[in-house]
């Protein structure tokens, strides 16, 4: 055993890399003639003592890239991915073994992209380079990244490889864009809210000088004429309403609708405005039952299903509108599961146009969805529908096909009455004045004027005032006179709530008449904490000021505050 022995020496000696002798070790044997002859081991060593620990590093430095969220990969110089870790596995979905030795861009983008090339430009230019890039997943996903590259130099400084380090922010992407959609129905709410004010201080004295017409000229032809003009004014003062909920949210007024009268209004319109080569059919049963519901509300349901369908005929087509009883139960074919068994009004809207593709027909209530160019559409108008349907109780179905036409059905409870409340006012006798001083305040001339006619013409008198400050002088000097205050919410100077205390003092017993163009639950708490009893939306008409005014010199100052005319007791009316 000596040479044992000997190779045990050697390898306690530990000699540097590249050091060890080639070692002989002898070993007795036989050959096939008896002959002893000799036999030995010739082995090669080398130390790798300070190699081990080099390994052990890059082995940790792999698996330490392995742990990271972000996906780290190196291409050669041929765009060939020479390094994968796991999260590329992860976010992409290829596997490391089939991603190495691919072309990254074949297998990121399906391709060279313009956005690829003008990043490996600045790369080659700068040395680096960061932005984002839109790519795609094994299964065909599409993803956003920010991808930071970094050019890696040999020893001698020649250009290796690129390092590219790519972070998944799709998920970032949409709720920034969700985000930033909020913000953009906050600015409509806000720009809605202003448009609306003026609007409404517009319609007021409209609908107070049609009743003022309405008295001075008796003739048929002229109160024919002017009950349109009262009418459309009204229903201008309806869609800032609509408007207003829309971008506010809300509960909307409910009352009884004849949808037949709705759907023969918007055809009457239609006739009018869509091209002659959009031929309407129009089918109406007498025995339709009818919903309950917000008029202005569907009015903008049929309206923006038949603007849709107009526009999905540019060469010209069909559109036909029907409407129908059904009732429907849990198990009604063809449909999903029914919100509410029971009768409903089915109103369908078809058309003969370019249809819907499969691949979107699920996506075309979202908000903001549209497939037109930038600019000619918002991409709000079916969601609207749907969610105004919605508020209704109701459904919506819609089925297409490409180059056959279009049907969306909106199916919306019945009520169990087959009567229908008439949104024009009665027309019953209104309440005058017995000389009674009203003092009204508001900084739009129009109205100042026009109210002080129509009160006047009514068989009261009338002081104006133009802001607060002059509501409070002139009260203060007529305080024994005045028998209410008709003041505005929104003036200069000093505004409505503002001066009501200032009125309290002079008078305790003042009874006040809040006018605004913007009524919501704010101001009506408000109200309630000044002791208020009536809020008169704008617009109002003569009407309803003259009955507010009959009701505020009638009560208690101990009643609570409540809202005259349309959308009375509701916290978004306007």
């Not at 130390?47 to 890239?65: G, I, W, Y």
């Not at 448009?195 to 003022?212: E, F, G």
């Not at 599961?337 to 249809?355: C, K």
Request: hydrophobic share 40%; glycine share 8%; with cysteine.
């Amino acid at each position: 055993m000596p040479d044992l022995e000997l190779l045990k020496s050697c390898d306690r000696q530990s000699p540097g890399v590249g050091s060890y002798p080639d070692l002989f070790i002898p070993a007795p044997a036989t050959d096939p003639l008896d002959r002893p002859t000799e036999r030995g081991i010739v082995g090669h060593f080398r130390d790798v003592t300070e190699r081990q620990p080099a390994e052990l590093q890059l082995q940790d430095q792999a698996a330490l890239l392995d742990q990271v969220q972000d996906a780290i990969i190196i291409r050669d110089l041929s765009d060939r991915v020479v390094f994968w870790n796991r999260s590329a596995e992860r976010i992409y979905g290829w596997p490391s073994a089939e991603a190495v030795g691919r072309d990254i861009t074949e297998l990121l983008a399906g391709g060279d992209s313009p956005d690829f090339v003008e990043a490996s430009l600045k790369l080659a230019t700068r040395g680096e380079w960061s932005g984002e890039l839109h790519q795609v997943t094994r299964d065909g996903r599409e993803i956003i990244v920010e991808s930071r590259w970094k050019l890696m130099s040999d020893p001698v400084g020649q250009p290796k490889a690129v390092l590219i380090t790519n972070t998944d922010v799709t998920e970032k992407k949409r709720l920034e864009q969700q985000f930033l959609r909020t913000q953009r129905m906050e600015s409509i709410g806000r720009l809605a809210s202003g448009i609306a004010h003026d609007l409404n201080n517009v319609l007021s004295p409209i609908l107070m000088a049609i009743h003022m017409l309405q008295q001075k000229y008796v003739d048929p032809e002229s109160q024919c004429w002017l009950e349109t003009l009262r009418l459309n004014a009204e229903r201008g003062g309806q869609m800032v309403t609509q408007v207003l909920s829309f971008a506010r949210g809300g509960p909307a007024s409910r009352t009884p609708i004849q949808p037949r009268h709705l759907v023969r209004e918007i055809v009457e319109l239609m006739r009018i405005t869509f091209p002659k080569s959009v031929q309407i059919k129009l089918s109406l049963p007498q025995d339709l039952w009818c919903v309950s519901g917000d008029a202005t509300h569907l009015h903008q349901v049929l309206m923006n299903l038949c603007v849709n369908a107009n526009e999905a005929m540019p060469d010209g087509g069909r559109l036909t509108i029907e409407a129908k009883n059904a009732i429907l139960d849990a198990s009604a074919p063809g449909l999903p599961v029914v919100p509410r068994p029971g009768p409903y009004v089915l109103i369908t809207v078809a058309d003969t146009g370019v249809g819907i593709s499969a691949s979107i027909i699920d996506k075309i209530f979202a908000p903001f969805f549209t497939t037109k160019r930038q600019g000619k559409s918002t991409g709000l108008g079916l969601s609207t529908v749907l969610g105004i349907v919605k508020k209704h109780e109701g459904f919506v179905e819609v089925s297409s096909e490409v180059g056959a036409g279009t049907e969306f059905r909106v199916y919306l409870p019945a009520l169990a009455t087959s009567r229908a409340a008439d949104s024009a006012e009665p027309p019953d006798e209104l309440p005058a004045g017995h000389g009674e001083l009203i003092l009204v305040a508001d900084d739009e001339t129009a109205i100042r004027q026009i109210c002080k006619e129509t009160l006047e013409s009514s068989g009261y008198r009338a002081l104006v005032a133009r802001d607060g400050t002059e509501a409070a002088s002139l009260f203060n000097i007529h305080r024994s006179e005045v028998s209410a205050v008709l003041l505005n919410k929104n003036m200069p100077v000093m505004d409505g709530p503002a001066v009501v205390p200032i009125l309290r003092q002079i008078d305790p017993g003042v009874k006040i008449i809040l006018t605004s163009g913007q009524v919501d639950h704010n101001l009506l708490t408000e109200t309630e904490r000044l002791g208020i009893t009536h809020v008169l939306p704008k617009p109002y008409s003569a009407g309803r000021l003259l009955k507010a005014l009959a009701a505020v010199l009638q009560a208690s100052p101990q009643e609570s505050p409540k809202a005259e005319a349309r959308g009375a007791g509701s916290p978004r009316s306007m």
